[in-house]
């Protein structure tokens, strides 16, 4: 039986929006990656604009399967306007951008956001479009959220559902199967490496 554990890597700043905190997400991610702790999937609902070697460094020896968010801006991943950890080529990396209910690359949301796109770096799109989530405002507190920290679970989530049907399954196969069992879409040819979604 797989276990959820929950280590949280973010703190609300003055705007309201979340700042990431580069020591909790290290040692959020040295936690999953101990023989010990045996942690197969990592989901990372983040995203930040700057290479941080310390955790390029620490999300590089995760040995499980690493689920991580292309970022809101709206925009394409380019080496000019970057977005980690979604650039990182590493096999054992999904990034995922966000889809709405049309099937198509999620837009139009508050302060003119929209998902990040990339034909090579983007590996997938999953639903980011008005899902209901927690809240911070009470133990029962729900509400409706936009982004690619929305889609990441989806993707993780099948993960976990891959192995518990077959716990053998490693890192890169479990890759292998999302990214060869996407729904095929011409919305997400070209901005995807997989070319669909989930």
């Known amino acids: 039986m797989q276990e959820l ?29 101990n023989p010990q702790t045996r942690i197969p999937i990592l989901n990372l609902s983040a995203s930040w604009a700057q290479n941080v070697p310390a ?28 977005t ?19 099937n198509q ?6 302060g003119g956001q929209g998902s990040n796109w990339s034909q090579r770096y983007v590996c997938i799109f ?3 479009d008005n899902i209901r989530s927690s809240v911070q405002t009470g133990d029962n507190a729900f509400g409706n959220w936009n982004g690619s920290s929305m889609s990441v679970p989806h993707v993780a989530g099948i993960a976990a559902l891959m192995l518990s049907v077959d716990p053998t399954l490693s890192p890169l196969e479990k890759a292998a199967i999302i990214m060869c069992t996407v729904d095929v879409s011409p919305a997400f040819q070209n901005i995807s490496v997989s070319g669909g979604g989930e």
């Open 84 to 102: 980690f950890p979604a650039m990182h080529r590493l096999p054992n990396l999904i990034s995922v951008g966000a889809s709405n209910s049309n």
């Open 5 to 33: 554990l929950l280590s949280r890597v973010a703190r609300r700043n003055a705007q309201g929006g979340s700042t990431y905190e580069t020591l909790a997400t290290i040692q959020a991610i040295q936690f999953a990656s």
């Open 126 to 128: 999953a639903p980011g």
């Open 105 to 110: 690359r999620a837009t139009g949301w508050s």
């Open 55 to 82: 955790k390029t460094d620490a999300i590089s020896s995760f040995p499980g399967l690493f689920v991580v968010a292309a970022g809101n801006n709206n925009r394409e991943i380019t080496s000019a306007q970057p």
